[in-house]
């Protein structure tokens, strides 16, 4: 198994960045293909961006393509995801997701949350 903590979360303005990231302890972090999920109030959560294990291969939601990057440092044990140009629609709760098979994510963290001010 494997523990996921995010961190970096917070409130900032329209147009602003942050940074999260997710420590991952336990199993080995790189046998897992790594997910940033969101989740807004009374909305379903989605699949904001992933990365495999290796970090050379990325999918975005259309909604954060261009704006969002996924990047992983296996060595640190820990995915980031670097959020540029916020937007009011980007208040979620995001969760960082592990997954040893396709398309399940069966590990998950406590989310963190991400407010934006328009």
């Known amino acids: 198994q494997v523990q996921l903590v995010e961190s970096g979360g917070g409130l900032v303005q329209a147009g602003g960045s942050l940074r999260l990231s997710c420590a991952a302890s336990?199993?080995?972090?790189?046998?897992?293909?790594m997910g940033w999920f969101r989740q807004a109030p009374a909305k379903e959560r989605e699949l904001v961006a992933r990365?495999?294990?290796?970090?050379?291969?990325?999918y975005y939601a259309n909604s954060v393509k261009g704006r969002f990057t996924i990047s992983r440092h296996n060595a640190k044990n820990t995915v980031y995801l670097q959020m540029n140009s916020l937007q009011a629609e980007d208040t979620a709760v995001y969760y960082c997701?592990?997954?040893?098979?396709?398309?399940?994510?069966?590990?998950w963290g406590q989310g963190t949350q991400v407010t934006v001010s328009s």
């Open positions: 997701a592990a997954s040893d098979r396709p398309a399940k994510y069966d590990y």
């Open positions: 990365i495999n294990w290796n970090g050379d291969s990325t």
């Open positions: 336990g199993r080995t972090f790189s046998a897992y293909n």
